[in-house]
């Protein structure tokens, strides 16, 4: 019998926290497709370092907390930018329930014409899913409940990833799978049971110029799951200046999402985005929040050098959606 968790609240946090924690959600995915399409790694032409912090569901009632996702990585051009190296680290936590990991990723980009490129990228990941049931809260006088009074459970599970991305004058488009391999990770009795699931990540969008001051940036997400309603993310964004940007988006059946962010000297990008919950959850929860900082170590401005060819024909290629010439 549980003491201080009623048993439905118990069904929900298990529940929405598997779910959740398959992989992690960001609403300024074009700011952050490294983590979920390896084909991205140095595709910005400087190594780049960047911290998202993200706050889930904040408001849920009677849950043992919100989702908090915290998100560091690195990526760099090798080989004249033929090559893309990187790595991140993260944690996802929500009530009793957490997964972090570490993945390593390789890209190799190919030219494809003076304004085009196609990228594709491998990542290896560990992952350690870990239920601390000392959080939960029951009555250990009860045998009924000693497979949930045992401490923490904890599993440790590799994952591999595949991904391809292709860049034109005005276009991008991308396909992802960050965890290729299936799995399935229970507890002893299997009172905690997880289906890792092959995600599909399909991206893609277009640069449009409004004027000398203003870039459009319209663009759509697909994340295709087995056995789940497929879920689309669309996206709004408005480059000012190349100095600070502006957004909106929505997510079916899950938020309507407001966002922005501003660029200093050129290195230095701050945004923010603020969820408002759509979905059934909303009774729950009210919001979400997500913050990103990132640093590209070398400036984004025209050399007066002259450039080699092949340098050259990646100047003239559309940049990637998170680094438009700022």
Do not use: C
């Amino acid at each position: 019998m549980i003491k201080h968790v009623k048993p439905f609240v118990l069904a929900m946090t298990l529940a929405l926290a598997v779910n959740a924690q398959q992989l992690p959600q960001y609403s300024q995915y074009l700011h952050n497709a490294f983590v979920f399409n390896p084909a991205t790694a140095g595709i910005s032409g400087s190594p780049e370092f960047k911290l998202v912090l993200r706050n889930q569901w904040t408001g849920l009632k009677d849950l043992s907390g919100n989702q908090q996702i915290s998100t560091f990585s690195i990526n760099a051009p090798l080989k004249e930018g033929k090559i893309g190296l990187g790595g991140y680290v993260f944690k996802d936590e929500f009530g009793p329930v957490s997964k972090t990991g570490i993945s390593g990723i390789y890209a190799y980009h190919v030219s494809l014409s003076s304004t085009s490129r196609l990228s594709f990228g491998l990542s290896g990941s560990m992952y350690l899913y870990k239920l601390n049931t000392f959080d939960l809260h029951f009555d250990v006088n009860n045998s009924s409940d000693n497979v949930l009074t045992t401490g923490n459970f904890k599993a440790f599970t590799p994952n591999l990833g595949f991904g391809t991305y292709y860049t034109g004058e005005k276009l991008f488009l991308g396909l992802s799978v960050p965890e290729l391999v299936p799995a399935k990770i229970s507890s002893s009795q299997d009172f905690f049971i997880m289906q890792v699931k092959q995600h599909y990540f399909l991206m893609g969008g277009t640069m449009l110029k409004l004027s000398d001051d203003v870039i459009m940036k319209p663009s759509m997400m697909l994340k295709i799951v087995k056995g789940a309603p497929t879920q689309a993310d669309v996206n709004v964004m408005f480059d000012l200046k190349r100095s600070f940007y502006v957004g909106g988006s929505y997510r079916t059946n899950d938020a309507v999402v407001l966002m922005f962010g501003i660029n200093l000297k050129d290195t230095w990008r701050l945004g923010y985005s603020y969820d408002m919950i759509t979905s059934n959850l909303k009774q729950y929860a009210k919001s979400s929040h997500e913050l990103m900082i990132s640093y590209n170590l070398f400036k984004k401005e025209k050399k007066e050098d002259a450039p080699s060819k092949e340098n050259s024909d990646q100047q003239q290629q559309a940049p990637p959606p998170d680094n438009e010439q700022r």
